[in-house]
């Protein structure tokens, strides 16, 4: 994994707010979705760490996100942690995958993934919470990924038109939506795993690695059958 991303652990998340900015308007849910690797090499879907967020003192709250979302900030049952425990408790599970991955540090993987990083640097800086494990301001968008593999930047189509299942019911939800999302980035990158050991390989050449890459897969004959997206 970390020579796949050059130190860093791809992690998917989603977040729920009140409204659209990010300084001013409250943090619902947050989802962390880790990304694992198989002997393979191969990218899948790990753990999901969920919870949801009770809204800052003096966060808006605009009406119509919250229709959009369907939460009610203030539901007796809503199990909501302050804003400073769920990112701490966040945090924990993603150091933990970092160092057990050889990282130095998390990579934010997101739909439309500057929205959710605003909201996470926000949050961190409003909470006061140290040890982040993201990188501050780099980050893997998924929208983008998805349009250029996909043809497709929303994420409700681009999961449809990769062959996986899509929920309706279950969108706007961060654990939803951050699963998705994570599974959009695993499908993509795995098919551009033969693109990648070229890329490995060149860098081999030019000094850049001191390990050996694995070769890179011929190009196949035109009449060879393309598996179906």
């Known amino acids: ?5 050059r130190g860093y652990l791809p992690v998917a998340i989603d977040v729920e707010s009140g409204g659209f900015h990010a300084t001013t308007d409250a943090l619902l849910e947050i989802a962390a979705v880790l990304i694992d690797m198989d002997s393979e ?19 808006r709250l605009d009406p119509a996100a919250l229709a959009i979302t369907g939460i009610d900030p203030f539901h007796p049952l809503r199990p909501a942690l302050p804003e400073r425990d769920a990112l701490q408790r ?15 540090r998390a990579i934010l993987v997101g739909h439309n993934a500057a929205f959710d990083l605003g909201f996470l ?32 930047t929303v994420l409700a189509k681009a999961v449809t038109v990769a062959g996986l299942e899509w929920d309706a019911g279950s969108a706007h939800n961060a654990r939803y939506d951050a699963q998705r999302s994570a599974d959009i980035f695993c499908l993509v990158c795995n098919r551009l795993r033969d693109s990648h050991r070229c890329a490995e390989e060149r860098a081999r050449e030019l000094g850049w690695l001191n390990v050996a890459a694995e070769p890179c897969a011929e190009e196949p004959p035109p009449e060879a059958e393309v598996p179906p997206l």
């Open 121 to 152: 640097n926000a949050a961190v800086a409003r909470a006061q919470v140290k040890r982040n494990p993201f990188h501050p301001f780099s980050c893997f968008d998924t929208a983008t990924l998805a349009g250029a593999a996909l043809g497709q």
């Open 41 to 59: 090499g191969m990218l899948k879907r790990g753990a999901t760490h969920n919870f949801h967020v009770q809204p800052f003192e003096g966060g």
């Open 90 to 104: 966040v945090f924990r599970e993603i150091r933990h995958a970092v160092r057990a991955y050889g990282c130095r």
């Open 1 to 5: 994994m970390a020579r796949r991303f």
